[in-house]
């Protein structure tokens, strides 16, 4: 009668036994089911992984891959010791095991990223894998791979039909609220820095100036800064804004390190159902907490357990029209000599010198609405600027001039079209809000996401692609028309400049800094 493997185990093996027992992190189940013939044998799994298993190189889980594991911690196999034994000591807690494409991170920072993916609404493991079809299932854990290796290899980690779905299901979401993840009267750092990218998007460069102000204005210690400033010497807490641009550009890749993210804040701008924002993921996932420009994105982040709250910063009053030094550039020349005056935002929405204007990037489905109706709209005053480079507006020479010229021409604009670049109904909140609304031009959107604050019919006027010609129509043709309009404008304007609305806005995002800085780690 063969002898019990477990009364034939070492004292080491044994002891070895009791400490992946204590972790928990032995899975039974996957051990079996990838190695059919201990499942044959009758042997207890986990004693056949601590007496044979680690020996042959077999995995103890699907987290844990002995070669890698080894080729970054040698000494963890000297003497013919189990590599598992030391992870388990070296990294209590932890599950994963390497650092795959993210070298600059600590694995207990990468755990809590793989294990936050896990439950972000906008990620399903199997489709993951559907996506990704050289993956093999049984001994993959998807969300840890999409972390590690998928997005810094550029797959893509969302299903486009899942993301649609997720997004309709966030917008009637019960979940926590805003009010949860705010400490009114707590501590706050001395020193706050706001992060941008000096390489990327003006617009979030504007965005980034406007949250400094507001921290400002909330009683913050508050710096704007950007990707050449000494890590070093950072505040005591990081805002970065846009960490989807601000991490992958130039000097950024320097801060993407664990220490920094760890205890930073992400300012999220990106929509979710593109690549930009994937990109992102790693960052957003692993920090102390989220800001989202989106309503239904950060309620997305807090069903992932992380601190999050949807927040827009106050927008200045002055208002950043062309400079003297932008008459020359040839998207300025074409203006109409009244048009090229600086305008006036409470010009009432009759009096206003363009009928129509809009900003925007190519795509698709722009495309489409545009060849459409080209017709229609030939026969009014436009100012259309339908973008073909595949690159965001930066600071260039050539570019730096465009956001100011966006906003200069809302200012004279009676209608600010917004065309959805694709067919997810994101609300663009720096063209809707910041540069039409606050310019006293009337929002004709596509439907929208909903907005907590700005609503249809009452901020802004919604309207499907096939009719908005019909409504533009009434707009300026018909009394009535105007009327609506002007009554639109007007409060639009009084939403986003009433003294005690920018007041409860320094207040809310103060309360949010407080409590993540506040909060202790678990």
């Not at 990294?91 to 095991?97: D, S």
């Not at 990223?113 to 906008?122: C, I, M, N, S, Y």
């Not at 950043?320 to 074409?334: E, P, W």
């Not at 609300?427 to 310019?439: D, L, T």
Request: hydrophobic share 40%; with cysteine.
């Amino acid at each position: 009668m063969p002898a019990d493997p477990l009364l034939t185990l070492t004292p080491t093996e044994q002891q070895d036994l009791e400490t992946v027992k204590e972790s928990g992190l032995f899975d039974a189940d996957f051990y079996l089911s990838v190695h059919r013939d201990v499942a044959g044998s009758k042997i207890d799994p986990l004693i056949h992984y601590i007496k044979y298993g680690f020996r042959e190189g077999r995995q103890p889980n699907r987290n844990f891959r002995p070669g890698p594991y080894l080729r970054q911690y040698p000494d963890a196999g000297a003497d013919n010791r189990n590599p598992f034994i030391h992870f388990i000591r070296t990294h209590g807690g932890c599950h994963i095991a390497h650092h795959g494409l993210l070298p600059r991170f600590h694995l207990e920072d990468l755990s809590v990223g793989a294990r936050t993916l896990e439950q972000l609404p906008f990620f399903e493991p199997d489709l993951y894998h559907d996506i990704n079809r050289d993956l093999e299932r049984a001994t993959t854990d998807m969300a840890e791979h999409a972390l590690l290796y998928g997005v810094p290899e550029g797959r893509r980690i969302f299903g486009a039909l899942h993301v649609s779905r997720t997004l309709g299901a966030l917008c009637v979401a019960k979940g926590l609220d805003d009010a949860d993840y705010i400490t009114p009267d707590g501590a706050i750092p001395d020193s706050v820095g706001i992060y941008y990218n000096s390489n990327g998007n003006v617009f979030i460069h504007e965005i980034a100036s406007d949250l400094h102000a507001t921290l400002c204005d909330a009683g913050l210690n508050c710096a704007l800064l950007d990707e050449n400033s000494n890590p070093d010497t950072r505040p005591e807490l990081c805002i970065f804004v846009a960490p989807h641009e601000f991490f992958h550009l130039g000097r950024g890749q320097d801060w993407a390190t664990g220490a920094i993210i760890r205890d930073a804040i992400m300012f999220n701008t990106e929509q979710p159902q593109t690549l930009w924002f994937e990109r992102g993921i790693p960052f957003l996932l692993m920090a102390a907490g989220v800001i989202d420009i989106c309503h239904q994105m950060a309620e997305s982040f807090r069903q992932a357990g992380l601190p999050a709250i949807h927040f827009t910063p106050n927008i200045s009053t002055e208002s950043t029209y062309l400079h003297k030094s932008d008459m020359q550039h040839a998207m300025v020349r074409i203006l109409p000599p009244a048009c090229r005056r600086r305008p006036d935002r409470n010009t009432p929405f009759a009096d206003r010198l363009l009928d129509i204007s809009f900003f925007g990037g190519a795509s698709t489905h722009r495309e489409a609405f545009f060849a459409r109706n080209a017709a229609f709209f030939a026969q009014f005053r436009n100012y259309f600027y339908y973008r073909k480079f595949t690159t965001p507006i930066d600071s260039s020479p050539r570019d730096n001039p465009l956001s100011r010229l966006a906003s200069h021409v809302a200012g004279h604009s009676r209608i600010a079209l917004n065309i959805h670049r694709d067919d997810y109904g994101f609300f663009e909140w720096h063209r809707i809000v910041k540069g039409a609304m606050a310019n006293g031009s009337v929002v004709v959107s596509e439907p929208c996401l909903p907005h907590p604050v700005f609503r249809p019919n009452e901020h802004f006027l919604e309207e499907s692609g096939r009719h908005i010609p019909n409504l533009i129509e009434w707009l300026l043709h018909t009394p009535d028309g105007q009327a609506k309009a002007e009554e639109v404008r007007l409060n639009a304007i009084r939403a986003i400049d009433t003294p005690a609305h920018n007041r409860a806005r320094c207040a809310r995002i103060r309360g949010f800094i407080s409590h993540v800085w506040s909060t202790p780690e678990t």
